[in-house]
């Protein structure tokens, strides 16, 4: 780990910006070329590229990609009996995720305003009719990402959901993926449909449609680096929520934070990928100090093998950092910067509120030390697909909002707010030097002239 202050901040932060680390710009150069031919093989060949690059990639020669209902069913029976536990967290997951769901969806409404006698304008929201769900299965598969993209489609209003994950060495997605599928919502009854297919071909293969893949309208979900380039490059053919990067962290600690806390949340981030960065903004140096003690232990005692403990130490070697802020504008300043994925504030109540409003970049905010960033991973209702490489500054997480289409409405009559709006129309064309335009206007105010052919 790196320990600076934020006075050497911006130096440190414009050096890692030039150098491309960690930014989408960074993105390796034959990854994308490798992407561009897998999108114009699916694009020209269909199931066949696909196939090709799924035995390739995934080493499976599929027959089918679809996923029959039974084999959904009993994956789902199968949870049922070997791990009632889990079963029952993904079920309380659900609920959580489809109430703040539908609490986000009444935020989106249609509307019709008077804005000028004879002059109504309006809005409808419209669902999305067609999405796909990606739900990555690298070294542990994501099976609440098939929750966190589910869930608020169906509450949306999307009429058809396509859920799309990697093979695995039976031909089908991970068992607990199909079941989460069939918890997320019944597939027999919502409309939801599962593939056996991951990778950037699978995301080529939703954007263009295939002879047995259907074309999806929104394209959703996080995934490696083939997957978020693939969905870079075919944004057009469909809608996407965002270009996701490795996971991402920051905690502002207060003076009395709980430093073995905090490295519990960071070595939480690291394991996720070498890539992944854990950061904390700590008041001084001996509280810096204590956190990475207490990082050291965390990942002595990390229980989920030599693997993962690699894998968050890389991270925590390569990218983790503790900066050392002089007071709190600073600390928000910094933060607002960094535009975390993940913001956590352990400050101490009092304090938590005098940053509240400071703060403007994060994907997701964790206020407080109970609030774990962990809980807004799986299940304490908000999403866990969130904007990452400082893209919180443009934009929040997945949502209810992907999903729909704000369009807009106008309908005009005989007022007295009309000919003032048509006239201005007119003029603005005219000076725009589009006489079609201002012709189109002004036979609105009279009666067109007689064309003769």
């Keep these: 780990m790196t320990l600076i202050t934020g006075g050497e901040f911006d ?10 680390n960690g930014a989408a710009g960074g993105m390796e150069c034959d990854v994308e070329r490798s992407v561009r031919r897998i999108i114009d093989e699916v694009r020209q060949r269909g199931d066949a590229a696909a196939r090709e690059w799924t035995l390739r990639f995934d080493h499976t020669a599929l027959k089918r990609f679809e996923v029959a209902d039974d084999a959904i069913e009993a994956a789902f029976e199968r949870l049922h009996a070997t791990d009632t536990e889990l079963a029952a967290a993904l079920k309380m997951a659900r609920d959580n995720i489809h109430r703040f769901a539908l609490e986000q969806r009444k935020q989106f409404f249609d509307f019709e305003c008077e ?13 999305a009719q067609k999405a796909a769900i990606y739900a990555p299965a690298g070294r542990f598969p994501l099976i609440s990402s098939v929750l966190m993209g589910v869930v608020p489609a169906l509450a949306a209003g999307v009429e058809e ?37 991951g990778g950037a071909q699978a995301i080529a293969a939703f954007a263009f449609g295939t002879e047995t893949i259907p ?21 057009g053919e469909a809608g996407i929520d965002f270009v996701a990067g ?56 990390l229980t989920t093998g030599e693997t993962a403990s690699v894998v968050a130490r890389t991270s925590l070697d390569g990218g983790g950092l503790i900066i050392t802020y002089a007071d709190e504008h600073e600390a928000a300043r910094i933060a607002n910067i960094i535009a975390p994925e993940h913001l956590e504030l352990q400050c101490g109540d009092e304090a938590n509120e005098r940053l509240l ?44 909002r992907h999903f729909l289409k704000t369009v807009t409405t106008l309908h005009c009559t005989e007022g007295a707010g009309y000919e003032p709006v048509v006239k201005a129309a007119e003029t603005i064309a005219r000076a725009e030097g589009l006489a079609g335009h201002a012709e189109s206007a002004k036979m609105r105010l009279s009666p067109p002239p007689e064309v003769v052919f």
């Design 11 to 20: 130096v440190y932060w414009k050096s890692r910006a030039v150098s491309g």
């Design 115 to 127: 804005i000028a006698r004879g002059v109504i304008a309006g809005q409808r929201v419209i669902p």
């Design 161 to 197: 959901v396509f859920v799309a994950s990697p093979p695995d060495g039976s031909g089908l997605p991970d068992w607990r993926i199909l079941a989460a599928v069939r918890i997320a919502g019944d597939a027999r009854a919502t409309g939801i449909r599962a593939f056996a297919i």
């Design 215 to 235: 074309r999806a309208d929104v394209i959703v979900g996080p995934g490696n680096r083939y997957v978020a380039a693939a969905k870079r490059l075919l944004f």
């Design 246 to 301: 490795p996971t991402d962290v920051l905690v502002i600690a207060g003076p009395d934070a709980d430093p073995d806390i905090i490295a519990a949340d960071m070595v939480a981030q690291a394991e996720h990928d070498p890539d992944a960065r854990a950061r904390v903004l700590a008041p001084d140096a001996g509280l810096a100090g204590r956190i990475m003690q207490a990082v050291e232990k965390r990942l002595a005692a």
């Design 357 to 400: 409003p400071q703060l403007r970049n994060y994907g997701s905010l964790f206020i407080g030390e109970k609030a774990a960033e962990v809980l807004g991973d799986y299940s304490a209702g908000t999403n866990h697909t969130l904007p990452t490489y400082g893209c919180a500054r443009f934009t929040g997480g997945l949502s209810v």
